[in-house]
Structures are given as structure tokens and as C-alpha cells.
């Protein structure tokens, strides 16, 4: 009898035992309710496809400017169509505060949207004070070492922070607080930004109380024109490094002399605390109003073009381009100007006189 009742216990165990292990095969029930997923995507061929979960991941590109999911197969762009989960969650883990970020759920987002998601922002990190990342699921405290894009929530980045994360992209919020130093050394290739910010040509600026300040200037940009502005930020300019040309609105810090804190030093733009770091790269400048005061190209001896057509001849100093040693063509309404060599000049069909080195 008790072997008779050891033989059955031994066997349920058994059963039991292998009931369990046969469980350590199946996935969660959350993923098996997912599993069957198919997506309609439409693709720019005109062609509909039915898609399951590995067939779209494997041709997964991201999210499409217009916030759908987006396949590519070859040269053709296929489109799953958004669910209002997953747009809103894109909305938060793009422009969100730190507070919806941290309230973000995506239970109601499809296996491919998720993949989607974490292919946009997983490499993203979110600065308030403390770092935090979207594990594809959440957004969490975390560290990191490494991270594409930087999302100034709040506050003040530490210097370095940038060039240390090996950040491309930085987006700075409404809260942030911003400046040109924090981009020393990084390889940003592109701003977006909050109001009072503004993003624009590749620069920076803050909108307050009816003025634009330009804050500063991508890392990696080679060409740059600054939009209209009241004000320029010391050292705005000084992380573009790798400057070729430059079209601004008026030299130095604003465009008149109208207060004590007036600097019409072009310079003012590359200034740091050690002087002036003008890149030697920069070859050819554009102003397109302002004054250009006595030594206004101070510290550029590298700089080769000129163009100051559309200023009045008044407001070019004579010896406004003085400095420039390098100088090879100068553009200017005045036509008394001192100039370093042996040049040749003629009239330009505006009015200016274009001066040519020999």
C-alpha cells in the first residue's frame, strides 16, 4: 500500500515537473496576444502589403516625418498607418516633460510601434539634473555613456557633457538653459528647440520680450546664415570650427551703437576667455547691415572675402578692414577704405567698389 502511494506521488511530481517545464517555452501571455499581429502597409509603388511582425521589422526604417511607421525594401518606402497610442507616446518621448515622460505607458502600443519607438529615442537621453532613458517600455533614471541625441529638460548641461556623450542632435526645452560653451568640442550637427527657443539655419536663439538673441552656431556646420536678430551672445560662433562661410546680419554684438554694452568687433562671435579664436577656416564673410567700426576684422588675418554691399558707405569705417592681412576681394559702399598690398578696383553694377588684391 505505501509503495502503491509512493509509485503515485513520484508520478504526479513528474507530470508536474514536466507541466512546468514545457511552461519555460512559451512566451508571456502579453507577447502571445501580440504575436498574431499583422499591419497593412502601403507602399509608394501603389502596392499593399500584409506584413506580421518580423517581415516589417526586418524592413523597419524609423518613424516618416508625418509620424507613421516607415518600411524600406530597396528603393521603395512602404507606410503603416499610426495608432493614436503609439502618436501620442511619440509626442511625449519627442517634446515631452520630464513629468509625462515619466508617466509614459505603452501598453496599448503595437510590437511594432514599440520597435519604432525605441529605434527614435533609445539612443536619446533626457537631462534634468540627472540623466534618464526609454527602455522601450518606460522612461527610467538610467546613466549612459554614450548617446546620439541630448534633450535639455531643465537646468544646465555640465561642460563637456555633449562632447562627451558623442551627442548629433541636441533639443533644448522650454526650461533648459542654454549656451554656446556647452557645444565646445561636440559634433552636433542639429538643434531643435522649445519657445522661447528657436531653432533656425542651423543656430539657436532665444525670443524674450520682443528681441532675438542669437545664442549659437552648429559644431558642424560649414555654411551658415543667421536669420535676423537683435542681439549676438559672446563666443555665439565659437564651437563652428570648421567655418568656411558666413552671412550674418550685422558684425559683432548688435547692428548700432545704441548703449554701452556695444561691440562691433566681428570677433565678438569666436570670443572666448583667452581672446579671439576666428577659425582659420573662414574664408568668406557677408554683412548684411549694421556698422562696420574702426578695426572691425581685428583678429582675422585668415579671412579672404568681404562683402559689405547693402550697408551705407557711412557706415563702413575706413580702416574697417585694416586687419584683414589675408584679404583677397572686399565688397564695400565705402570706397575710402585702407587696405594692406597692391589691389585693382572697379564699380559693381550696386553701387559698391569691389577691391581685388594683385
Not at 61 to 76: F, P, V
Not at 188 to 206: G, M, T
Not at 310 to 330: I, P, S, Y
Request: with cysteine; proline share 3%; aromatic share 8%.
Amino acid at each position: 500500500m505505501v509503495n502503491a502511494r509512493r509509485a503515485a506521488a513520484i508520478g504526479f511530481c513528474v507530470l508536474l515537473a514536466a507541466a512546468g517545464a514545457a511552461t519555460l517555452f512559451l512566451p508571456p501571455p502579453a507577447v502571445l496576444d501580440k504575436k498574431g499581429e499583422r499591419y497593412l502597409c502601403t507602399w509608394d509603388d501603389g502596392r499593399a502589403t500584409e506584413e506580421d511582425y518580423l517581415s516589417a521589422y526586418s524592413a523597419l526604417d524609423g518613424i516618416a516625418e508625418d509620424g507613421e511607421i516607415e518600411l524600406k525594401r530597396g528603393t521603395h518606402v512602404g507606410k503603416i498607418r499610426a495608432s493614436e497610442a503609439f502618436s501620442a507616446c511619440n509626442a511625449v518621448l519627442s517634446e515631452g516633460s520630464l513629468l509625462e515622460l515619466l508617466q509614459l505607458g505603452t501598453g496599448d502600443v503595437s510590437r511594432i510601434e514599440r520597435a519604432a519607438l525605441f529605434r527614435e529615442y533609445g539612443g536619446a537621453v533626457y537631462y534634468s539634473v540627472d540623466e534618464f532613458r526609454y527602455t522601450g517600455e518606460k522612461v527610467v533614471r538610467a546613466g549612459a555613456d554614450r548617446a546620439d541625441r541630448v534633450v535639455l529638460l531643465s537646468g544646465a548641461l555640465p561642460a563637456g557633457y555633449l562632447a562627451e556623450m558623442g551627442a548629433r542632435e541636441v533639443r533644448i526645452a522650454a526650461e533648459g538653459e542654454f549656451s554656446a560653451d556647452r557645444l565646445l568640442g561636440s559634433r552636433v550637427e542639429k538643434f531643435s528647440a522649445a519657445a522661447p527657443y528657436l531653432a533656425e539655419n542651423d543656430a539657436l536663439y532665444l525670443e524674450t520680450a520682443g528681441q532675438k538673441r542669437l545664442i549659437a552656431g552648429l559644431p558642424a556646420a560649414t555654411a551658415l546664415t543667421l536669420s535676423a536678430c537683435d542681439y549676438a551672445d559672446e563666443g555665439a560662433l565659437l564651437p563652428c570650427t570648421a567655418l568656411e562661410t558666413l552671412t550674418l546680419p550685422f558684425a559683432g554684438n548688435a547692428a548700432r551703437s545704441t548703449g554701452k554694452n556695444f561691440d562691433g568687433t566681428f570677433a565678438w562671435l569666436f570670443s572666448d576667455e583667452e581672446g579671439f579664436a576666428v577659425p582659420k577656416s573662414l574664408k568668406r564673410v557677408k554683412i548684411l547691415g549694421g556698422e562696420l567700426v574702426s578695426h572691425c576684422f581685428y583678429a582675422c588675418p585668415d579671412l579672404e572675402e568681404a562683402d559689405a554691399c547693402g550697408l551705407r558707405a557711412e557706415d563702413v569705417a575706413r580702416d574697417a578692414f585694416a586687419d584683414m592681412v589675408g584679404w583677397k576681394t572686399v565688397h564695400s559702399p565705402n570706397r575710402d577704405i585702407i587696405l594692406t598690398g597692391e589691389y585693382t578696383s572697379h564699380t559693381a553694377p550696386c553701387g559698391c567698389t569691389v577691391f581685388e588684391r594683385i
